[in-house]
């Protein structure tokens, strides 16, 4: 019987040993997987970059012989992997996002902290903003509401990348202009946010209601 | 033997109904059972068909089986990221926890309690309840979808064949036939709305957010086994050889209750052509200690390709390799391969009451390692 316990024994280790999520998730045929094929979603799903990356410039090719419902479809699908490339389609992400725009003192320049203070890939993330607005410009209305609030994210990351571009913080760039909405990325920010009202929170959809007037003095269209 | 003439009307009858199926072929839930001990050993295997827990696996084996009566069986099964989730809401971590969250697929399967049957003189019956419950949360910007599916069925089957004289050899043949009714649910939700149904769970509990499907289903597997001086079996299953499902939609609960209109959806299951071989050396290794060693190897889901041409699966996704041997007859070891992830587990035989349990991946994508998923199986049986 000793033998026996023996055998079990070592058994229950080696179980307890490769009871791990990542052996039994480790795909041994990884090498070989063609991804030439692949539909978007399955790129989002292997949270690699570099494969959502060659997906999403096939994509990119196709919308742009694609028109109408068709190339919207493609470019929103590759604003999807754009999201995924950036690192802003990670769900903890919105938990960190209250956290750090509550630290700061309310200043544009916290408004754009969530995009600089986290390992955020800006150039993807600016990418998810031309990607939608090519979505609507291939079929107007076709953008949903959640996606438009991905598009202020995006334009977001083109103010940030313009700042650093011209060797300053985005607060310092803004202040450059006589109206930070006279920046097209900032004014294209807005635009995105004001046509996610629906999706945003009540707070924060009622101001911008109530500065309607003036929005629309600065060229922002409400839907 | 066979004619001639059978073979080929046996060949031409196939073809027929891959024809049929092909622009009817639906994405559904099959009607089977899984279990935990072909998950810790690769998968379905079509050659291995010793009891009644393989009784989905080839309908050409209920001749190999003595005598089996279950009179119970509850089997539980888990997908996901349990434990990293787990680990993480114990540290505390709860943006680690959420963050499992996305791109994933967190599911819970029951069979039982209603799970009941026999394989007894080449016939086999048995009758099962599955609740399976799946929620897959592509990304932030796609749909999550919330799946809810209840199915009631039975199963009946028989098989026969011919010990071909002097090869010490035999050839059998089985059909299973199936009878089940299905209710199911799919719900598609934003992730902003799941998020926000964690304070107000009735934005996906609302009558009017929750489609319904009723209907049913019938069903025929097919078999064919040859077995080699009980050492070498190679079994070829068809499972869902024409299995068509008959569901009856409605858009709501509450056009369901106000008595509106279903909208009636007919489909085809897709046929699974898997092709197994079993070597069972008959040896005991460590004086006895070791025993009942079976090695066994399967190509699933053939025609993948033809069947299913937008979704096909890469060709390494279809191999399912296992291995098992008991200690001192009582504890099964089990390991294997399938669709490129590792299988493992063990199972405890005490006559009456036997305990299964497995640990596994399983593979989402069509491609190998785009989509993994880890589950945890584990069932109790009572039998004799």
Redesign the interface.
């Known amino acids: 019987m000793k033998s026996f316990f023996r055998v079990c024994l070592i058994i229950l280790l080696s179980i307890l040993y490769f009871s791990c999520e990542a052996f039994f998730t480790s795909n041994w045929f990884q090498g070989a997987a063609d991804i030439s094929n692949i539909t978007a979603e399955e790129a989002l799903n292997s949270g690699d970059p570099e494969i959502m990356q060659q997906v999403f410039d096939q994509l990119v090719i196709e919308a742009a012989d694609a028109t109408g419902t068709e190339a919207s479809e493609l470019y929103l699908q590759a604003a999807d992997l754009a999201l995924g490339i950036s690192g802003l389609s990670d769900p903890a992400i919105l938990f960190e996002a209250p956290e750090l725009l509550s630290g700061g003192d309310g200043s544009v320049g916290d408004m754009f902290a969530i995009l600089t203070e986290t390992n955020l890939d800006l150039d993807a993330l600016e990418d998810v903003g031309v990607m939608i607005a090519n979505a609507e410009g291939s079929d107007p209305g076709s953008v949903p509401g959640d996606m438009w609030l991905f598009a202020a994210a995006g334009n977001g990351a083109a103010v940030v990348n313009d700042a650093a571009d011209a060797g300053k913080n985005v607060t310092e760039f803004l202040d450059g202009y006589a109206d930070p909405l006279d920046n097209t990325d900032a004014k294209a920010a807005v635009q995105s946010l004001v046509y996610a009202l629906d999706v945003l929170p009540d707070d924060l959809a009622s101001e911008i209601l109530d500065n309607q007037a003036d929005l629309i003095g600065k060229g922002i269209i409400f839907p | 033997m066979i004619d001639k003439s059978s073979f080929r009307l046996f060949i031409v009858f196939h073809l027929f109904l891959i024809f049929i199926s092909i622009p009817l072929v639906a994405q559904n839930s099959k009607f089977s059972i899984s279990n935990a001990r072909n998950s810790a050993i690769g998968g379905p295997h079509a050659a291995l068909t010793d009891q009644f827990s393989t009784i989905f696996n080839n309908a050409a084996g209920y001749r190999d089986v003595k005598s089996d009566f279950t009179v119970s069986e509850m089997t539980f099964k888990i997908t996901g990221?349990v434990?990293?989730m787990v680990l993480a809401a114990q540290g505390g971590d709860?943006?680690?926890m959420?963050?499992q969250?996305?791109?994933?697929s967190i599911g819970l399967e029951l069979i039982g309690p209603i799970s009941i049957g026999r394989i007894n003189n080449n016939f086999a019956w048995g009758v099962y309840s599955i609740i399976d419950t799946d929620v897959f949360i592509?990304?932030?910007?796609?749909d999550a979808e919330v799946k809810g599916r209840f199915d009631l069925g039975g199963v009946f089957g028989y098989s026969f064949g011919i010990d071909l004289i002097g090869t010490e050899s035999k050839l059998d043949f089985g059909f299973l036939t199936k009878l089940f009714f299905r209710s199911e649910t799919v719900v598609t939700k934003?992730?902003?709305d799941i998020?926000a149904a964690i304070s107000d769970i009735s934005i996906l509990l609302s009558p009017d957010a929750i489609p319904l499907s009723f209907g049913f289903g019938i069903g025929l597997d097919l078999g064919m086994k040859y077995v080699w001086k009980d050492t070498l079996s190679v079994g070829l299953a068809v499972r869902d050889i024409y299995t068509p499902l008959f569901m009856f939609n409605y858009d709501s609960l509450t056009t369901l209750i106000g008595g509106g209109s279903p909208l009636f959806v007919y489909s085809t299951l897709s046929p699974d052509y898997s092709l197994g071989i079993m070597y069972t050396p008959g040896v005991t290794l460590?004086n006895g200690?070791l025993g009942n060693i079976r090695i066994m190897l399967d190509y699933n889901d053939i025609f993948d390709f033809a069947l299913n041409p937008e979704t096909r699966r890469?060709i390494?996704?279809h191999f399912g390799l296992g291995v098992e041997f008991t200690?001192?007859d009582i504890?099964a070891?089990r390991m294997g391969?399938y669709?490129?992830?590792?299988?493992?587990g063990?199972g405890l035989d005490l006559h009456i009451f036997k305990f299964n349990f497995a640990?596994?991946?399983s593979?989402?994508?069509?491609?190998?390692?785009?989509?993994?998923?880890?589950?945890l199986m584990a069932s109790i049986e009572f039998s004799y």
Do not use: C, K, R, W
């Open positions: 990221p434990s990293t709860i943006q680690e959420l963050g969250l996305g791109s994933t592509p990304s932030l910007t796609q934003s992730f902003t998020m460590l200690l890469h390494l996704l200690v001192f504890l070891i391969l669709e490129g992830l590792p299988t493992a063990l640990m596994f991946g593979e989402l994508s069509t491609q190998p390692g785009l989509m993994s998923v880890y589950n």
